[in-house]
């Protein structure tokens, strides 16, 4: 990996009329100040179609992307939405925060106007995407229009026990008395990868590649589970027999508990780990890099037993270790990949991290954070490794300044010679832009000095996350050439 930088900024947090962030305009204009900002990179959170809590690592597909995205004016300029119908529906009210309740409420309806308009006419073009997409579109479109017909509750939960179970005759009967909206899930899925693969390409266009994280787990409630119970350690009746989670520590005292069922890796080793080379496959189509989140979990991972309310009574399992990162590595020479090994750093996990060869992350928060081992302060690094200042699950900039140690502020001025005339978070930013880090990538809200209510999530509380978005106006010239100027004097960009 080339020395570079790059900006942290989900999809759903761009400006929009439509109460979200989508993939039109605002996102084209946010790549022409990437590149006017000499970024090279645009690092997202997963693009998958949420799912109760809003959360993008609990998507109901691994494959799929999310509907909230697709852009009513780019479908109105295709004469499939008139301006009408558009503003016929409430998007919410607040366009600092994302109203996932209204969005709900609405998006659908809206999509389905466009499928009347667009169905027959670009029939073709939607044959060859379900062709090439024939390993997951048709298990996923089925088990949305079953969801729907299910008052959305999870699949464990349907009524019909032959389709819960994936009886042939029973998803047959059901592919038929669903057909609507089967048809209805399948034209999302196009326009979605439609307009995804033309954003995409104008990025490459502009010198910007795009990074994407690869949550290590999927949903219980998913696509992926119901069409492959085999692959996961389920009972006879598809009930998990233990979750994921993380261990108690001095931030959590009950761990935390993501409820996500646990892979059978015996049964994955079986085929040489063909679901993870379809998943990472699959990925490849939305990103240049591949994030790969908990990657200590390949070494060893929390196993809580299903049922229980905290994560308290889970055990440590080993994981696949290099046996499923060398299949991944050697399959797919051509997609980098970085670790984010973050959390309990034993020298296993370690260990797993050199073998792969993949390059690790450091936080400059954890850094200056005096409960965290030092390896996070920037004369630690190596040059294999990304820097953030902080990530999705951290505070803002501004934000840990107010809320830390105060010795632990106080450890970061002296270290760093910070001062108010440079500005405060300029200075941590200056930090890790001047690093031997290969990549540096910083949330947007911290070149723009946000706050607390710019938060992105906070890690084990449900409820009031993924909410924030940017302003219009907010990304000027102005602040893409202070970020070009650092930039290029630390040898990320040519001048």
Not at 64 to 79: C, F, K, T, V
Not at 248 to 273: E, I, R, T, V
Not at 480 to 487: D, L, N, P, V
Request: aromatic share 14%; proline share 6%.
């Amino acid at each position: 990996m080339k020395r570079s930088s790059g900006i942290l900024m989900p999809i759903t947090s761009l400006p929009s009329p439509h109460g979200i962030g989508t993939l039109g305009k605002a996102a084209y204009e946010f790549v022409d100040f990437l590149a006017a900002a000499k970024q090279s990179w645009w690092q997202i959170l997963p693009v998958g179609q949420t799912s109760y809590g809003d959360s993008p690592y609990q998507c109901f597909s691994t494959y799929a992307g999310n509907p909230y995205l697709i852009d009513p004016e780019l479908l109105r300029e295709e004469g499939l939405l008139t301006a009408e119908e558009i503003a016929s529906f409430h998007w919410g009210s607040d366009p600092e925060k994302v109203d996932y309740e209204a969005i709900y409420n609405g998006r659908f309806s809206l999509l389905a106007l466009a499928l009347q308009r667009g169905w027959e006419k670009e029939q073709t073009a939607i044959e060859a995407f379900l062709e090439e997409n024939r390993d997951w579109l048709p298990d996923y479109a089925l088990f949305m229009a079953l969801k729907r017909h299910f008052g959305m509750k999870a699949w464990p939960d349907w009524p019909d026990e032959a389709v819960r179970l994936r009886k042939a005759e029973a998803l047959e009967r059901w592919r038929r008395e669903l057909a609507e909206d089967v048809r209805l899930f399948t034209y999302i899925q196009y326009l979605f990868f439609k307009q995804w693969t033309a954003l995409r390409a104008y990025a490459r266009e502009k010198g910007i590649g795009i990074i994407g994280d690869l949550p290590i787990y999927v949903a219980l409630d998913s696509a992926d589970v119901w069409a492959d119970p085999a692959s996961f350690q389920l009972d006879d009746r598809n009930v998990p027999v233990e979750v994921s989670g993380v261990p108690p520590d001095y931030f959590s005292a009950d761990g935390q508990l993501w409820g996500n069922p646990l892979y059978d890796w015996d049964a994955m080793k079986k085929d040489g780990y063909g679901w993870w080379i379809r998943r990472v496959s699959g990925a490849s189509k939305l990103y240049d890099i591949l994030r790969i989140d908990h990657f200590r979990g390949f070494e060893s991972y929390w196993a809580v037993p299903y049922g229980e309310t905290t994560a308290r009574n889970g055990r440590w399992v080993k994981g696949p270790g290099m046996d499923l990162v060398g299949v991944l590595t050697g399959w797919f020479p051509h997609i980098q990949f970085i670790a984010e090994d973050l959390g309990y750093p034993t020298p296993e996990v370690r260990r797993l991290l050199e073998d792969s060869g993949l390059p690790g992350m450091k936080v400059l928060q954890f850094g200056f954070d005096s409960r965290e081992p030092s390896n996070h302060l920037p004369h630690t690094y190596t040059p294999h490794c990304v820097c953030y200042p902080g990530t999705h699950d951290n505070t803002t900039l501004a934000a840990w300044r107010t809320d830390a140690d105060p010795a632990d502020v106080e450890m970061a001025v002296r270290y760093l010679g910070l001062n108010e005339t440079e500005g405060f978070h300029w200075g941590i930013i200056r930090g890790g832009m001047s690093s031997v880090a290969e990549l540096f990538v910083v949330q947007l809200q911290d070149y723009l000095g946000l706050g607390a209510d710019a938060r992105i999530n906070t890690p084990g509380i449900l409820g009031g996350n993924w909410q924030w978005r940017v302003l219009p106006g907010q990304t000027t010239p102005e602040l893409a050439e202070k970020i070009a100027h650092m930039t290029c004097l630390y040898g990320r960009a040519p001048h």
